[in-house]
């Protein structure tokens, strides 16, 4: 980062002076939201914006996805998230002169996004071509406590002079309609395809319903075109000022404004305050949602603004309370961290009954969908933080299970199959090999559904809702596996072909590793909950069997197939292979790989890349750390210096989970470098597309990296252990977790770890090996003997330049190129030499 324009602040990210040459970035970085409405930063001029961004979370428009060629079972309808009609133009006038970045003489700017208090303010000392000195002081807000409220405030003095001042407050469809310069909201030219990002329908979406003004107060609202999904926003506007003024307004069905001229005198201060709620719904007709807008803007009226803005402080100050990472001694970390982690709250808090998309609500990159990053990089965080936005998280799969029973009938399974990507529950992703052939997504949710009841203790919603996903999903993997059978006819061996694991440069494979180790989970954690139930809770479980149909064989069916997964290893070089198939492919050279060509998804053919052993993302290394008690040290250092250097980081996913495996198998020194590239992926715009919106996804895993990776902390068979691995340099690492109804704060320093209890239950812990117990208000500290083995270094392609493959041929190294000539692999002894079909490295054997 460019700590002269975005200085070092612990608690705030402020920015110095602003800039049109990464205004995408900015929008991203000072977003605000709450996991139903999202604002991007976008200056209140409406102007020079690289996507005038309001988005609603699960308020999309459908679409019907053309293929170039169609067979049975692909995903026949798209979803994309809309951009709502835009509320954030507060637009100033002197002299009729507008305030515009480009020109303007600006001699004081700052912008700051204040994580304690939920504010984005921003200060602004404006010299005009006439000489008014002129001050703006700006803020905005999207209320935690009220879900369907933002709150904009601008306030305007004249220094120096008298002035005519008018501010223009505005509400646009930008989604259809066109802006007040006549012209669609400005995009930056981009070049080359990029899967990425939304998509964009050339058709009108938003259907304009009812729309009206009343005195201060404008009303617009709309009907999606295919959807049907309806909307309405409602904007107050109140004045102070002791200046004369008048006001004037404007209604179409595109855009309303509100309008006030302002005789200004000098030193006299403006202020409009906006008030704006927004309401959705899947088919309530629109008038039903102005109605439900103007009783929220009534209520805050009668409350007073400033209780909206006490409100936001004290929700943010217990948010913190529980989920703040400490990391002492490094204010820079410390800034970056509480960035993240306030991005989760501003993706989650008020998700209520929606998932959490992959750019939560501040950008519309992945068209708002929903994916598995939910379960295994988010959920963690909000489990052993603020488990009601976990529980929350976990019901929008379980209202998922009617589509995904049916799309798993489509795929010729049984039980259920959530889809890879969605919005509404369908399958949305039109490229099967990277999207519906992860099947690991079931597993996944089951997994973050285990770690949940672990964690929380909460059987209520396990016995009632969650037992629905866990067998769903188990007997999804029941058909979708099969038995290989011994000479005698006894089943031995089960397997599971024809999938993709979290490793998308790599499809449609048989006996992926992650896939198969997850799923072993999936059907001992579906078989452990129904024989619980019926030991322990039988009402519950007979409901359960009858609604679902339940066999009495089922559970031991589960277990049987679990007790036979097969789980890939190669003997000759002592890893487990990523799937049945990956060692006989050629080795990616990516020391050799030439920056401009990366990342590889934009810039060789899938086919190009599926036949090379590289990564998109950690895979094998993920199933290590999601299920690590189930490998042995050995293992682990294993797979991880073997697939460390084959791993391109190409997705935002990988570094947190590397750098995790990197500090428990002793790699301290690359842990730490992959936890940079973890959290400053958008504060320093590392991937190049911060501007599309917050990698959530990234964000929670920075979570995880401090407290599993560096802090240590596991729940492997629902037992808390700890075994930490405190950077060199780090005089201290705290961090607040619930387990079970009792908040522990967990403090590690070079030589001791401290756990100290609030008022609850005892809670049973180990730290490596040793186990202890914390009463309730108690503290147990406990001496450490150094920070776990060091490794110096990273691993590199040298360390298997050797090494053989199971038919006894050597491992090779290389990078595709374009050549009109065909040539075979020469042998030189440490590796292959391609001379024009590839370009070669040297793995540094001799030769």
């Known amino acids: 980062m460019d700590r002269q324009r975005f200085p070092v602040d612990p608690w705030r990210l402020v920015e110095t002076r602003p800039s049109l040459d990464d205004t995408g970035v900015t929008e991203t970085l000072f977003a605000l939201g709450n996991g139903y409405l999202g604002l991007r930063g976008n200056q209140p001029e409406g102007r020079d914006a690289h996507e005038h961004g309001t988005f609603i979370n699960g308020f999309h ?86 879900k369907h409220l933002a709150i904009m405030r601008v306030t305007v003095t004249v220094l120096n002079a008298d002035a005519p001042v008018t501010i223009s407050c505005q509400l646009i469809n930008r989604q259809d309609g066109e802006d007040v310069y006549g012209g669609r909201a400005p995009h930056k030219p981009r070049s080359g395809f990029d899967p990425r990002k939304a998509e964009k329908i050339q058709e009108r979406v938003l259907q304009p319903q009812e729309y009206w003004q009343d005195g201060e107060r404008s009303a617009l609202s709309y009907k999606a075109t295919e959807s049907g999904m309806t909307m309405a926003l409602v904007a107050d506007h109140l004045i102070e000022t002791e200046n004369e003024y008048s006001a004037r307004t404007l209604i179409e069905p595109d855009i309303a404004k509100n309008v006030f001229r302002v005789q200004a005198k000098a030193g006299v201060p403006i202020t409009v305050t906006k008030l704006v709620s927004y309401h959705t719904s899947r088919g309530v007709p ?41 990391i002492g001694g490094h204010d820079d970390l410390q800034q970056a961290t509480r960035w993240c982690l306030f991005q989760l709250a501003q993706a989650a808090a008020r998700a209520d009954g929606h998932g959490v998309p992959a750019k939560g609500v501040s950008g519309s990159g992945y068209s708002g969908h929903y994916f598995w990053d939910t379960e295994i990089y988010v959920l963690p965080f909000l489990i052993y933080t603020t488990p009601q936005w976990a529980r929350n998280a976990l019901r929008m799969r379980y209202l998922m299970l009617p589509a995904a029973r049916k799309r798993a009938a489509q795929l010729n399974e049984a039980g259920a199959l959530f889809p890879w990507r969605t919005i509404n529950g369908e399958e949305a992703s039109a490229y099967y090999a990277a999207g519906t052939a992860q099947y690991h997504i079931n597993a996944d949710v089951s997994f973050a559904l285990g770690k949940y009841v672990r964690a929380t203790g909460d059987d209520e919603f396990l016995y009632r809702e969650g037992v629905d996903i866990a067998v769903e999903t188990a007997r999804m993997w029941s058909t979708l596996g099969f038995w290989r059978y011994n000479e005698d006819g006894a089943p031995e061996v089960f397997h599971i072909h024809g999938v993709t694991g979290p490793d998308e440069y790599t499809t449609v494979v048989n006996d992926n590793l992650f896939t198969n180790v997850m799923a072993r989970y999936n059907l001992r954690f579906a078989a452990r909950v129904v024989r619980e139930m019926a030991e322990e809770a039988p009402e519950e479980y007979a409901l359960m069997a009858q609604r679902l149909g339940l066999g009495d064989g089922e559970a031991d069916a589960w277990d049987a197939a679990a007790t036979a997964m097969h789980i890939p290893y190669s003997e000759a070089l002592g890893i487990h292979p990523q799937d049945a198939v990956f060692l006989e492919r050629e080795v990616w050279d990516l020391e050799s790989t030439p920056p401009e060509q990366r990342p590889l998804l ?79 992926v958008d504060l320093g715009d590392l991937h190049h597309n911060a501007a599309d919106g917050v990698h959530v996804a990234s964000a929670g895993g920075v979570w995880t990296a401090l407290v599993a990776g560096f802090g240590g902390m596991r729940d492997h068979y629902g037992l808390l252990s700890f075994d930490p691995r405190l950077p060199k ?31 609850g239950e005892p809670v049973e812990f180990s730290v490596r090996g ?49 050549t009109n000539t065909t040539a075979i692999p020469v042998i030189t002894g440490s590796i292959s030499v391609v001379e024009g079909g590839r370009e070669e490295g040297n793995l540094g054997v001799d030769s």
């Open 770 to 818: 040793r186990e202890y117990e914390v009463t309730g208000g108690g503290m147990v500290t406990v001496p450490l003997a150094g920070q776990g083995p060091v490794l110096r270094g990273r691993p590199t392609l040298d360390d298997i330049g050797e090494s053989l493959r199971e038919d006894g041929t050597l491992l090779s190294a290389s990078v595709p190129i374009s």
């Open 286 to 326: 629109a008038r039903e949602l102005v109605d439900r807008a103007r009783r929220t803007l009534d209520r805050v009226e009668a409350e007073g603004v400033q209780r909206q803005y006490d409100r936001q402080s004290a929700f943010l100050a217990d948010f913190w309370e529980r989920s703040d990472v400490v």
């Open 602 to 680: 934009l810039n060789f053919h899938p086919l190009v890349i599926y036949r090379y052993q590289v990564l998109k993302q950690a895979d094998v290394v993920l199933a290590l750390y999601l299920q690590g008690n189930h490998f042995t040290d050995e293992e682990k250092l294993a797979d991880f210096e073997y697939y460390d250097p084959l791993t391109t980081g190409d997705s935002t996913l990988s570094a947190v989970v590397q750098s995790i495996l990197a500090a428990e198998v002793g790699y301290q020194g690359l842990a730490l470098e992959y936890f940079a590239q973890s959290i400053y």
């Open 729 to 759: 340099d780090w005089p201290s690492l705290s961090y607040p977790i619930g387990w079970r109804g009792t908040r522990l704060q967990v403090t590690i320093t070079r030589d001791a770890l401290t756990v100290e209890a609030g008022e």
């Open 61 to 146: 428009e459908v679409f019907p996805i053309r293929h170039a060629e169609q067979a049975y079972g692909f995903a026949e309808v798209g979803q994309t998230i809309i951009n709502a009609p835009d509320a954030k133009v507060m637009r100033v006038y002197v002299d009729d002169e507008p305030l515009s970045f480009d020109i303007a003489d600006i001699r004081e700017y700052e912008r700051v996004l204040d994580m304690r208090s939920g504010i984005l303010s921003r200060h602004v000392r404006w010299v005009t071509p006439s000489g008014k000195d002129v001050v703006l002081d700006f803020d905005r807000m999207v209320s935690f406590e009220e």
